[in-house]
């Protein structure tokens, strides 16, 4: 009987032990995907750089605000490209 009772809690300890540490990977590979949508819309914008006058340098920190906040993180790296 405490065999089994034994078998029982680590199959449930290392489901436990799964579940919490694949939370975290869903997060970064979340933040890695958007992170390159950003880097791919910045290079967007620059290739209109020439009709728009507007040229955003494509670094890791502008691609993960892109990429993290969305619309207005994109909008927040046009006005501090644009006043700064």
């Known amino acids: ?12 300890a290392v489901f ?12 970064f590979w979340k933040l890695c995907i958007n992170t390159l949508c950003g880097a791919v819309l910045l290079g967007l914008v620059n290739l209109l750089a020439p009709l728009t006058g507007l ?9 993960c605000i892109v990429g993290f906040f969305g619309l207005p993180g994109f909008a927040a790296v046009v006005l501090m490209q644009l006043f700064l």
Request: net charge positive; no cysteine.
């Open 55 to 63: 040229y955003i340098a494509v670094t890791a920190p502008a691609a």
């Open 1 to 12: 009987m405490t065999q089994v009772l034994s078998v029982a809690l680590s199959v449930v």
């Open 16 to 27: 436990l032990l799964v579940r919490l540490l694949s939370t975290p990977l869903r997060w």
